[in-house]
């Protein structure tokens, strides 16, 4: 059984950063597609970075190019979500996610219907 656990959540203010982790138990994350999604009250949840299975090739909502950063280490088999230069519309609950069908090493998945496993969450707040 597949488990990803977010962490690294918190409050911070404009202009602070954060980093996102991401563990996963039961599958290594380097077997396929992941990707981090986040939800905030009141909306759907949407695509905000995604790294192909060869790791060769990211993909970011234009909301955060430039400033959020995604990675992930095979030997601790966790994938990351770096966050610079917060604002506030940044505020949402943020998953990460690990693909199901595997389409290609350079493959990078913006749908939420690429991915059958997701984490439940770690809450970004930041304040003005």
């Not at 992941?34 to 790294?51: S, T, Y």
């Amino acid at each position: 059984q597949v488990q990803l656990d977010e962490s690294g959540g918190g409050l911070v203010q404009a202009g602070d950063s954060l980093r996102l982790s991401c563990i996963a138990s039961g599958r290594t994350l380097s077997s396929n597609a992941v990707g981090w999604f986040r939800q905030a009250p009141g909306k759907e949840r949407e695509f905000v970075a995604g790294l192909s299975w060869s790791g060769g090739q990211r993909d970011y909502a234009n909301s955060v190019k430039g400033r959020f950063t995604i990675s992930r280490d095979n030997a601790k088999n966790t994938v990351y979500l770096q966050m610079n230069s917060l604002k506030p519309e940044d505020t949402a609950i943020y998953y990460c996610a690990l693909a199901g069908i595997f389409r290609s090493t350079a493959w990078v998945a913006r749908s939420v219907n690429e991915y059958p496993y997701w984490g439940q969450g770690t809450q970004v707040t930041v304040s003005s």
